[in-house]
């Protein structure tokens, strides 16, 4: 009889214990889902940081809405990453990923993500020229950028981690992506590389999402030249230091001459921005 009483109460004890962790559970994902922040369908934004011309816009899809962002153009301020050149112009590297990562920024709010742009510059919208013009003007959300690699990226790094720490609390999907131009083999015309942080599955799933999709797109757009992108990990400062999940692309390089007439066309910067954007809504959606 006593026997069958501390049975039926450590039975009790063990039920109660277990509704109150679903209650406890229940409670989290009703509050998440109360201070989740969703931009719906319709909803207009204005970030003047695009420029005048692209500053206003709607949310017109919510297939990345519950998503938050960090987008990081490589380099800027002092440190122009690679320098090409075309007869009198310069190429800037940085300025290039920054008319990329402001296309892709828009075309994420449009499909209802949260976006932070962590590069910026408060005069260069997105812009319609093929020559970028220059400028050191470009800041880490406002801070100056320093030109010792190590601040440099180290700073960066802090202003995401800095975010994620609240973002994660209300949204599910948080990832930062790194745009470069440039690539390490000079001279070549390179596909696009993915690299993702050493042993982080969830950014070599994005990688992958990433080259599945700009490989599509190629056969779609250019089936006579293939694509041999690649996806690898790499131990790249900005990809080991930053908390979210991450992934670095290299979208061409700056000093070959195809890659050049490419990248000059802002149609084709717009494009390259379509498709990293197809790539997250992709990964986002686990196909
Ligand atoms: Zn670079």
Redesign the pocket.
Known sequence: MILCDIYWMTKSVVRLFLLIIYIGSLSTDAFAQVISQHSAVGTSFNEPLFGKKFAKGTVTSNRLSGGCFYIVS??GGPDP??IGRVGKHALH?DEY?YDIALRLARNLMQEGAKVHIIIRDARDGIREDAYLSNSKRETCMGSAIPLNQTQRLSQRAAAINKLYRTDRKNYKYCRAIFI???SRSRHRQTDVFFYHARKSSLGQRLALNMRRTFQSKYAQHQPDRGFRGTVSERGLYVLANTMPVGVFV?LGNMQNTFDQRRLVIPSNRQALANWLTEGFVRDKNHR
Request: proline letters at 0%; charged letters at 30%; glycine letters at 20%.
């Open positions: 490589g380099h990453g690679t590297e990923a470069h131009v440039d290299e």
